[in-house]
């Protein structure tokens, strides 16, 4: 496991700056509107099992630095899915998570903490069982798309984001028993 630590409600508070921090960097220096605000709501549920939460906080301790969200669904249907028609080898009993929420500051980007948090995914996805991994990435975000690309994820659907309308690629990576 990496320097990645599960999030708690004590993080909360911390959840929503690094949030509404990144989407304000986002907003001033004009990028691409690849990420829609989450609710206190919504990360309060994903700390809580079967969801969990990762962060990484500078010096171990000190400000969060990025942070993502391991999403179960429950009762899921790919065909009700945008994006997901296609899914290759989807049986009903099988489980899937879907990465959600991965956020990196701006000033610790391009030191590979996506990929360190798509990794410490993977290794929780075979922990606990999961078959199906499932991520939307916004097209213009190369960097997470190539860490996608190199963990072996297929691009397997391309569609319009109904939160934010922007283009979203969708991948997918089915986990093998022996993996």
């Not at 899914?87 to 959600?100: A, C, H, K, R, Y």
């Not at 610790?108 to 078959?131: C, F, P, V, Y």
Request: aromatic share 8%.
């Amino acid at each position: 496991m990496s320097d990645f630590q599960q999030l708690s409600e004590d993080d909360l508070k911390d959840i929503i700056y690094l949030q509404d921090h990144v989407i304000a960097h986002i907003k001033a220096e004009n990028l691409a509107p690849y990420i829609v605000a989450r609710t206190d709501t919504y990360f309060e549920k994903h700390l809580l099992p079967p969801h969990k939460m990762i962060g990484f906080r500078k010096n171990g301790n000190g400000k969060l630095l990025a942070q993502c969200a391991f999403h179960v669904p429950q009762n899921f249907k790919p065909e009700k899915e945008i994006g997901l028609e296609d899914m290759p080898e989807f049986d009903g009993g099988d489980s899937v998570t879907i990465l959600q929420a991965a956020l990196v500051h701006p000033e610790a980007r391009g030191k590979g903490l996506m990929k360190t948090m798509i990794l410490d995914w993977l290794d929780w996805a075979k922990e606990t069982s999961k078959k199906h991994l499932l991520a939307r990435v916004e097209v213009s975000h190369q960097a997470s798309i190539s860490v996608f690309k190199k963990n072996d994820f297929n691009r397997i659907g391309l569609v319009k984001d109904a939160r934010d309308g922007a283009d979203v690629y969708v991948y997918h990576k089915i986990l093998k028993a022996e993996e």
